[in-house]
């Protein structure tokens, strides 16, 4: 068991299977699906996009709207959304030392659910339009109470994720009583809840894209800081840096990059920790691998996953929540087994 | 010259005084002991020390006044090792080691070259580099012990503050560890200041002794000055004997007096 443990990938091939898993996850998507394009025709047509390359494609305009308007668009929100909550769930797992941390913690995954609810049952007809706003900001106010009321005096990153904890389960309290006065909006506020990427369009991805770049950025330079973390705060401290000044900023940044998740896709549970756990797995504990290779895995992940939940029982959708609930629980438990199994 | 001088540090614990105006001293290479019961506080100064707590009270390492010093260039004089340290069972030797170089890189940026050879160099010193690639959680107690005392020559201190190096250890380990810390002391001119339980081996190891008791330091001065039976008997309230080894380092022998009968 240890031996296979400390096996590992040298870091070149970390990122040669993490990017080949990407590229190949997105060809995937791109050609599977209600309408039927030709594969060669699509991929041409794809390479036609890249400079310089001029290929020739028999798709035809409407082939080509599929490919460009729908399918293309929504494999880049699925890659940007997997990529953040990988991120943002490897970014928690250092800075709590604790790999059972989830982008949603911190009352972030609540604070959302609470604002898209109050968004469909009180906006009425501009509901809809104002849930991504809502959510985004319902994520960030989360995971702010949740800081503030836990970041007591220096105190440990236990009374952090306690705190969080209460102010998820007080905020998931609201949130269903105030949907539970308004039952007409169940149906809605539930699909939301249960994540979809159906609606992606290139104006969402724009939008998150400033979001998604700034917090992704700030927490890949990171990854140092948080090697240092795991050595614990008092040696971190000796070390000559400041825990608790590294802990805020990847905290906030996490939280940006979980809420610009969140606001265009719903909640998506089990992408920030299994897939970071995985990362672990091949490329070893240092977040300066962990972190890259869990924004490029999350990022094939998630499009691989929307690709299952929009083929799987075609021409209706799964909730992609539901996918990779599905995929993810059993990795998960799989996890915990070997990872009980080197412990004792 | 004296490499730290520590003047009437006073540090507060929950609002409870832990240490009273602790003086000491040590010189430039040497090697000082904090000994004394449980709760004296030995550990409380070995953390002030290091910046880890709020003291008033100065201390001075190399003329320099740590208050003025900031994490980072504090962390360039001095390294500290816990008792019981956080050692992430995945992370390799290596990878560990490295983590030493961290007061010497700037907030973003990774380590390079240099960084590596002298983690390479700090690993070769202390034996630890033929297993560069193992992981920590499979490393035996006295590993472990090479493996951080690496980390911290990584560092490049001018000063090794270590509290309980040789606790957990078997006692052919704890003279290894004993010897490697002499060792860095003798030729790389690192100041060592150090809690040890084995008033024996404090004695034996350590050229300078402070005994502190309830915050206060006791008694201070060479081996033979402070273990005294009389001392130690009334600040431990123990039974003890103190003779001679053929070194002349004081020896501390548990006694235990014949059950009344």
């Known amino acids: 068991m240890t031996s296979t443990r400390g096996r590992r990938l040298r870091p070149v091939w970390a990122y040669g299977v993490a990017v080949a898993f990407l590229v190949a996850a997105t060809l995937v998507s791109a050609l599977v699906g209600a309408a039927d394009l030709n594969p060669v025709a699509t991929l041409a047509a794809l390479a036609d996009r890249i400079p310089f390359v001029h290929l020739p494609s028999s798709l035809d305009s409407l082939d080509r709207a599929v490919l460009f308007e729908i399918r293309l668009?929504?494999?880049?929100?699925?890659?940007?959304?997997?990529?953040?909550?990988?991120?943002?769930?490897?970014?928690?797992?250092?800075?709590?030392?604790?790999?059972?941390?989830?982008?949603?913690?911190?009352?972030?995954?609540?604070?959302?659910?609470?604002?898209?609810?109050?968004?469909?049952?009180y906006l009425g007809s501009a509901g809809?339009?104002?849930?991504?706003?809502?959510?985004?900001?319902?994520?960030?106010?989360?995971?702010?109470?949740?800081?503030?009321?836990?970041?007591?005096?220096?105190?440990?990153?236990?009374?952090?994720?306690?705190?969080?904890?209460?102010?998820?389960?007080?905020?998931?309290?609201?949130?269903?009583?105030?949907?539970?006065?308004?039952?007409?909006?169940?149906?809605?506020?539930?699909?939301?809840?249960?994540?979809?990427?159906?609606?992606?369009?290139?104006?969402?991805?724009?939008?998150?894209?400033?979001?998604?770049?700034?917090?992704?950025?700030?927490?890949?330079?990171?990854?140092?800081?948080?090697?240092?973390?795991?050595?614990?705060?008092?040696?971190?401290?000796?070390?000559?840096?400041?825990?608790?000044?590294?802990r805020l900023i990847v905290v906030a940044a996490c939280a940006l990059a979980a809420a610009s998740a969140v606001a265009v896709s719903g909640l998506i549970g089990f992408v920030g920790i299994v897939v970071p756990h995985v990362v672990r797995r091949l490329a070893g504990p240092s977040y300066r691998l962990v972190l890259p290779l869990s924004l490029l895995t999350g990022a094939g992940f998630l499009v691989l996953a929307d690709t299952l939940a929009r083929t799987v029982v075609s021409p209706a959708e799964l909730p992609i929540g539901v996918v990779t609930a599905l995929v993810g629980s059993p990795v998960f438990v799989w996890i915990l087994r070997s990872t009980a199994a080197v412990r004792t | 010259m004296n490499a730290i001088q520590v003047s009437g540090v006073t540090v507060e614990l929950d609002r409870v005084r832990v240490l009273h105006a602790v003086s000491c001293a040590v010189s430039s290479g040497g090697w000082l002991a904090l000994i004394g019961p449980n709760g004296a506080g030995k550990t409380t100064l070995l953390r002030a020390v290091a910046g880890l707590l709020p003291h008033r009270g100065t201390i001075r390492v190399d003329q320099t006044d740590l208050g003025a010093l900031r994490g980072r260039g504090r962390a360039r004089l001095i390294a500290y090792l816990p008792q019981v340290p956080v050692l992430p069972p995945d992370l390799t030797v290596g990878e560990y080691v490295l983590l030493g170089r961290t007061p010497h890189l700037g907030y973003l940026s990774a380590p390079g070259r240099a960084d590596r050879r002298k983690a390479a160099e700090a690993s070769e010193w202390l034996d630890v580099a033929r297993f560069a690639g193992r992981r920590l959680g499979s490393l035996s107690g006295g590993e472990r012990q090479r493996v951080r005392l690496a980390r911290a020559l990584a560092q490049e201190p001018r000063v090794l503050l270590l509290d309980e190096p040789t606790s957990d250890l078997d006692i052919g380990h704890q003279q290894q560890v004993l010897e490697l810390i002499d060792d860095l002391r003798h030729r790389r001119g690192v100041t060592v200041v150090s809690t040890l339980h084995d008033l024996t081996q404090a004695s034996q190891y350590a050229g300078h002794l402070v005994l502190l008791a309830a915050g206060r330091v006791e008694a201070a001065g060479l081996p033979a000055a402070v273990l005294t039976e009389d001392l130690i008997s009334r600040v431990y309230a123990a039974r003890v004997t103190v003779t001679t080894d053929p070194a002349g380092h004081p020896v501390v022998t548990p006694r235990r007096e014949p059950p009344a009968t």
């Open chain 1, 128 to 246: 809809p339009s104002a849930v991504p706003v809502a959510a985004f900001a319902g994520s960030l106010a989360g995971v702010a109470i949740a800081y503030l009321s836990g970041a007591v005096g220096g105190s440990g990153t236990t009374t952090l994720l306690l705190a969080g904890v209460a102010v998820g389960l007080f905020l998931t309290a609201v949130q269903t009583y105030v949907l539970q006065r308004s039952t007409q909006d169940l149906q809605q506020v539930y699909s939301w809840l249960l994540g979809s990427l159906s609606g992606a369009t290139w104006q969402q991805a724009g939008e998150i894209a400033p979001y998604a770049a700034v917090s992704v950025a700030i927490v890949l330079l990171h990854g140092r800081q948080l090697d240092v973390l795991s050595v614990g705060d008092e040696e971190a401290r000796a070390l000559g840096t400041h825990p608790g000044r590294v």
């Open chain 1, 73 to 121: 668009p929504r494999i880049t929100v699925a890659i940007m959304v997997g990529g953040l909550l990988s991120v943002a769930g490897a970014g928690y797992q250092g800075v709590f030392r604790n790999p059972l941390v989830d982008s949603g913690m911190l009352g972030a995954s609540a604070g959302a659910g609470l604002g898209a609810t109050l968004a469909i049952v």
